[in-house]
T-cell receptor
Framework: GESVGLHLPTLSVQEGDNSIINCAYS??????FIWYKQESGKGPQFIID?????DKRQGQRVTVLLNKTVKHLSLQIAATQPGDSAVYFC??????????FGKGITLSVRP | DAGVIQSPRHEVTEMGQEVTLRCKPI?????LFWYRQTMMRGLELLIY????????DSGMPEDRFSAKMPNASFSTLKIQPSEPRDSAVYFC?????????????FGQGTRLTVV
C-alpha cells in the first residue's frame, strides 16, 4: 500500500533562535492566507491568518508576512521552542470558502 | 464542544471492499471539508460542503469516491471499491463561517490501509 508518512523539506533551528518558514502561492484570487501546524498523529491546527489586503500580522511569538507582488508568504516564529517542532503548512482560501493547502515544511528544533 | 470527531481512527481493509469514513463537525459550523494526506501529494482537498450542500467536489479522485452530508451534524466519505493506492490519512475539518479567519478545525483523522 501507499506510505502515509510525510517526506518534506526540513528546516533545522537552534532552540531560542528565530525561525522563518516560507511559502509560495499561485492563486491571486485568494482571500485569506493561513498558517497551520501539524504535530505527529494529529490534524493540522490553525496558527495565524492574514487577509489579502494586508502585508503583516502579528500574533503571540508569530508573525505572518504577505508579499503579493511575488506571491510569497512567510511565518516567523520568535524564540523557537522544542514544542514548535512540527510540520507547517501554508494554506489559502477563496471567497467561496474553498480552503487548500501547500506541501508543508518540517521544522526541527535542536536543543 | 468535543471538536471534530472522526471514526474510525484506523481502518484496514482488503482491496475491493467498501470503506465508509465518518465525521461529526463542530456544532454550528457552516463548512465541512474532507482532505486526504499522503506522502506524495500532501494534504489534498477532496470535497467541501456549505450548509450540507456540496460546493466543490473537483478534488474527488474518481467515481469510486463519494461523500454525503445528510444533516448538519454528520458526513460520510465512501470508497467503493477500495484500492491499495487509496491508503492515506483522511481528515475532516469544519469551519464556522466563510472567509473571515478561515480557522478550520480538524479531526484526528482516519488512517486507511488497503491491502
Amino acid at each position: 500500500g501507499e506510505s502515509v508518512g510525510l517526506h518534506l523539506p526540513t528546516l533545522s533551528v537552534q532552540e531560542g533562535d528565530n525561525s522563518i518558514i516560507n511559502c509560495a502561492y499561485s492563486n491571486s484570487a485568494s482571500d485569506y492566507f493561513i498558517w497551520y501546524k501539524q504535530e505527529s498523529g494529529k490534524g493540522p491546527q490553525f496558527i495565524i491568518d492574514i487577509r489579502s489586503n494586508m502585508d503583516k500580522r502579528q500574533g503571540q511569538r508569530v508573525t505572518v508576512l504577505l508579499n503579493k507582488t511575488v506571491k510569497h508568504l512567510s511565518l516567523q516564529i520568535a524564540a523557537t521552542q522544542p514544542g514548535d517542532s512540527a510540520v507547517y503548512f501554508c494554506a489559502e482560501t477563496l471567497e467561496d470558502g474553498k480552503l487548500t493547502f501547500g506541501k508543508g515544511i518540517t521544522l526541527s528544533v535542536r536543543p | 464542544d468535543a471538536g471534530v470527531i472522526q471514526s474510525p481512527r484506523h481502518e484496514v481493509t482488503e482491496m475491493g471492499q467498501e470503506v465508509t469514513l465518518r465525521c461529526k463537525p463542530i456544532s454550528g459550523h457552516d463548512y465541512l471539508f474532507w482532505y486526504r494526506q499522503t506522502m506524495m501529494r500532501g494534504l489534498e482537498l477532496l470535497i467541501y460542503f456549505n450548509n450540507n450542500v456540496p460546493i466543490d467536489d473537483s478534488g474527488m479522485p474518481e467515481d469510486r469516491f463519494s461523500a454525503k452530508m445528510p444533516n448538519a451534524s454528520f458526513s460520510t466519505l465512501k470508497i467503493q471499491p477500495s484500492e491499495p493506492r487509496d491508503s492515506a490519512v483522511y481528515f475532516c475539518a469544519s469551519s464556522p463561517r466563510q472567509g473571515v479567519g478561515t480557522e478550520a478545525f480538524f479531526g484526528q483523522g482516519t488512517r486507511l490501509t488497503v491491502v
